[in-house]
């Protein structure tokens, strides 16, 4: 267990709709971030959090939103789903900056049909 | 701007037989590079990292890397794979300021019997 804890493992949903991925940081950590892990793009990164503010972003559509509430417990809001947005879905955590190295979730396993 | 290549896509190797894995950068500051490792349907581990300390740098199950500036490279060994290290690995680079990290494509191990 990586202390990094994403919801739900599994989601298969129909084009168009809008769906909602979670997850906890680790334990003391401030920062969350975003990645997309499909078979043709590889790993992406989307989008930073740091705190409740956004730090940082990658490659993410407009379609998609993310935010981190004072918790610090973040959320990935994917809406108008395509058949190409079906992916692995990783959130990672980390103190604060990178060079401690990213603390990564087991990642949410999105299937659009 | 930073970037990593990973030479091989699929690398093969007999098990008790030395593992090389080839990660070289591309960034335009002191870089910090990553190593990270990750099973069949899980997250990414962090299997070692270097942050301009020792250029030889040695993480967990047995593998290290070397930080080579004049070759631009920080390639992962391990001296006897086992068949439990058949995975894909991921190289990262980010720099000493910045907030993202940059992956590489990734290699997949395939270990031999």
């Known amino acids: 267990d990586s202390g990094v804890t994403q919801t739900p493992k599994h989601l298969i949903t129909a084009t168009g709709q809008r769906v909602t991925l979670r997850c906890s940081p680790r334990s003391g950590d401030l920062s969350v971030y975003w990645y997309q892990q499909s078979l043709d793009q590889g790993l992406q990164f989307l989008i930073q959090?740091?705190?409740?503010?956004?730090?940082a972003k990658g490659n993410i559509l407009e379609r998609f939103s993310a935010q981190q509430f004072p918790d610090l417990h973040s959320e990935l809001n994917l809406s108008s789903l395509e058949l190409g947005d079906s992916a692995l879905y990783f959130c990672a955590s980390s103190l604060d900056r990178e060079s401690y190295g990213y603390t990564f979730g087991s990642g949410t396993r999105l299937t659009v049909v | 701007a930073q970037s990593v290549t990973q030479l091989g896509s699929h690398v093969s190797v007999s098990e008790g037989a030395l593992v090389l894995l080839r990660c070289n950068y591309s960034?335009?500051?002191?870089?910090?590079l990553f190593w990270y490792v990750q099973y069949p349907n899980q997250g990414l581990q962090l299997l070692l990292k270097?942050?301009?300390?020792?250029?030889l740098v040695k993480g967990i199950n047995g593998f290290e890397a070397e930080f080579k500036k004049s070759e631009t490279s920080f390639h992962l060994t391990k001296p006897s794979a086992h068949m439990s290290d058949a995975a894909e690995y991921f190289c990262?680079?980010?720099?000493?300021?910045?907030?993202?990290?940059?992956f590489g494509t990734g290699t997949s191990l395939t270990v031999i019997p």
């Open positions: 270097y942050t301009s300390a020792a250029t």
């Open positions: 960034s335009s500051v002191p870089p910090y």
């Open positions: 990262a680079v980010s720099s000493n300021t910045g907030n993202q990290f940059y």
């Open positions: 959090y740091y705190n409740g503010e956004e730090r």
